[in-house]
């Protein structure tokens, strides 16, 4: 059987004198756990290179799913907002354009799509939602989401609705499901026709899905591919059940995204 072909959004990186290797080149990358993550479920990751947006789908137009992947914060512009804090947190337009055209092609196409940290946050945009630019400042009180030194050590306690498509796609929850926090920014409003099916102990969206149960589209906002592929501890949230069920989709399998009980 052929493997489906996973497209994964680019980071970007523009120019950096103080860069040893090509210093004054514009660059794109992805991380290698997410294309091992990928290709450990039975796909084949494709990166989608730094192309002006319509040449970007149409090397989506050759792939299967789509996968959005983390990296820089989403620009405010992109979700008009006005930047906060003198503009500290600037975002990425560039990548914001070539990403927004992605989901839009994929969801045109009827295309299982993933969004992970900045991809969930990314793909509520692309539905009309909007962000936090930053939880600190914004919302005074919160757990802390990001620390630098911790980086991806740093865990907190996540709820999945239980009656979620999301939860559905692990055969069994943890009885308290805790996942890595690497974020500082978050969803503030929903966009249409998503609904959030997750939340940390402080209210932050930790997942969305869309309402309609026909479309295999999730947003988590923790980063699964640097999660254990099955448990090795109580409460960890293993990465394996929803990279499967993200590729079985690309795949064709009808019961990768299964419908909600009750």
């Given at each position: 059987m052929t493997a489906p072909r996973i497209a994964i959004s680019p980071n970007l990186m523009g120019p950096d004198r103080a860069r040893r290797f090509y210093p004054n080149k514009h660059l794109f990358y992805g991380e290698r756990s997410m294309a091992v993550a990928v290709h450990r479920a039975g796909g084949l990751p494709v990166l989608v290179p730094d192309l002006p947006a319509a040449a970007a789908c149409e090397v989506l137009a050759t792939?299967?799913?789509?996968?959005l992947a983390g990296g820089a914060d989403v620009a405010p512009s992109t979700y008009g907002a006005e930047p906060i804090l003198d503009g500290r947190f600037p975002g990425d337009p560039a990548r914001d354009r070539i990403e927004r055209a992605l989901v839009e092609a994929a969801l045109a196409r009827d295309m299982p799509v993933l969004g992970i940290c900045r991809g969930h946050q990314i793909l509520n945009v692309a539905f009309g939602g909007t962000l936090l630019q930053d939880i600190a400042v914004q919302r005074p009180g919160s757990l802390v989401h990001r620390d630098q030194t911790t980086y991806d050590r740093l865990h907190h306690g996540v709820h999945i609705d239980p009656e979620s498509r999301l939860a559905r796609l692990w055969q069994a929850l943890p009885p308290a499901p805790i996942v890595n926090s690497i974020h500082h920014q978050a969803i503030d409003r929903?966009?249409?026709g998503l609904r959030v099916v997750a939340t940390a102990e402080d209210g932050t969206i930790e997942a969305i899905e869309a309402i309609d149960p026909s479309r295999f589209v999730f947003g988590v906002q923790w980063h699964p591919e640097w999660m254990p592929w099955a448990p090795e501890a109580p409460n960890l949230l293993p990465a394996g059940p929803l990279f499967r069920a993200f590729v079985a989709a690309a795949r064709g399998d009808a019961?990768?995204?299964p419908t909600p009980t009750g």
């Open positions: 792939c299967d799913g789509l996968l929903p966009g249409d019961t990768a995204a």
